[in-house]
């Protein structure tokens, strides 16, 4: 039995939170409800980031789409209370300094009017360009003093318009913009920049690797430690993922398809999920203050052709580290989401990983402590946090190809743990993208477990018991719609719906019909007889 000791510095170093890039909060207007309802808001609902990156704060949003933004913030960030990250992507080209003024003032105004008058109260960060990103991908990487020029005079329209939100430098993509850009930050901006950013897609170590963790955790640690000693500042990961296809993307006659190289295969797909929980643990126990995943949802078919060229020599231009922009392809089409966008199939569940990343995301709290622990097992990557509440949560990456038995050396737990697991090779799949249910309850008093081969584990004290069932609620169907009304629960998250034949049916997988935040469904899926159950917080049913 290998026993893990986990304890709490006294000046424990504090976690802001777990999320994705929101790649839905710019799209919106083109989520049909049923789409917006039954996934991507019941999913956000039900994981509850602790943080949230998106392309935003253009210097030329209309009044409409910041409506629509509002709207959606309202839906979203604002229930499950997620800071919130901006950029508005490749930037603009500006070459005086009335230019840049005049684009800065224009996002601070925006920013002023979704933050005062719309209550956006959310947005807690800006940075001025994507991946150092103007008008063509990542050329500010040499010319950084013109990402300064910017921010500069960001800095002094957000002054002006009293606008509490903190400014991100560089968010350089790979390890070497990482070094020589965040060092020129801390160098020459930083009594502008609140804290630094920096996004990594891995290329050098694929899922298999048992020597990334420690490479990785190094890697965030250098950063870190430049941070801190630049005022105290925070490091962000706002960009993380696992290996690009062959040459960047693929391609056929045209059409780029901008995804990840394991999502082909489904025990590749699901096995993500280790890695990419590796490169979290190994980042929090680093130091690193906050983590988002590209990317929450793929984009519709096609949605962009941003940054993109055709063929070979794209392929040719990219592996050479060339920076260039065109948009000669046909279309792309961006197929990163842990949730799917797939009209023609009607598919907007989830990928295999999604039910990995999505507990990490949930029992990972914005705003905890992280603990300190003790691996006697290399194989076996361990991290854990302290909440607010006094709920704790304990996860562990087992590398291992066997099943590993543990033990949990810590007075933390005040009462019994529940257990949740993560299997590459059987992964709790349902097509409305439920999480999946603890599959242990373990005593307080004794800490022990098996952890199974090469598989997730999570350990947590953060959840409720329900004391008493919710009231039935009232439903009817009228107009083509089944309706119900709302319930009454301040830990309410969403509602599943089943539906069968017989009237004494047993709600179950097999006849449930969807999974909402609505309090209505259209009809044609209904048998004669129907049941809503309410899903809390804690996931009780």
Known sequence: METFKITKHQFAHTFGGAGFHNNDATMYHVIDSEHFNQYVCKCYREISPGFMRTFAGFSDWTKEAMDEFAEYYEKMQKKTDTPMYLTPGMGALHFSDEEIKKYCEDVAERLAYLYYEKDVKHIRYYCFSNELSHVMYGVLADNLPLFKKYHEGLYAAFQKKNLPIGLLATDASGYADWDRTIDWAIENMPDISEDFCVHIYERGYDIYSLDFYDFFAEKCKEI??????????????????????????????????????????????????????????????????????????????????????????????????????????????????????DDENLDYGARAHYWCIALFTKLFKRNSKVLDIESPDKNIRAC??????????????????????????????????????????????????????????????????????????????????????????????????????EVEDKNHCYYRVFSSDSADFVPARENQIASTVATELSSNRIKRFVKVLSVDTSGNV
């Open 224 to 341: 870190v430690d430049k941070s801190i000693e630049c005022f105290g500042k925070r490091v962000i990961l706002g960009e993380m993922g696992t290996q690009k296809n062959e040459g960047q993307l693929t391609f056929n006659k045209g059409t780029v398809v901008d995804t990840c190289r394991y999502f082909s295969d489904p025990y590749e797909q699901a096995y993500c999920g280790l890695m990419l929980t590796e490169m979290a643990f190994a980042a929090i126990n680093s130091g690193v203050f906050a983590v988002a995943y590209w990317s929450y949802i793929d984009h519709p078919d096609p949605y962009s052709c941003a940054h993109s060229t055709s063929g070979e020599e794209y392929a040719r231009k990219w592996s050479e580290g060339e920076r260039f922009f065109s948009t000669t392809a046909d279309s792309k089409y961006n197929k990163w989401g842990f949730l799917k966008w």
């Open 384 to 485: 854990g946090i302290f909440n607010r509440d006094k709920s704790v949560t304990v996860g562990m990456v087992n590398r291992n190809k066997t099943a590993v038995e543990i033990k949990l050396d810590t007075e933390f737990f005040k009462k019994d743990v529940r257990v949740y697991e993560f299997d590459p090779a059987n992964v709790p799949y349902n097509e409305f993208a439920d999480l999946q249910d603890f599959s242990a309850m373990i005593s307080k008093d004794n800490l022990t477990y098996t952890l199974k081969p090469e598989s997730v584990t999570y350990f947590t004290t953060d959840y409720i018991t329900k004391s008493a069932p919710v009231e039935a609620e009232v439903l009817e169907v009228s107009d083509g719609l089944l309706r119900w009304s």
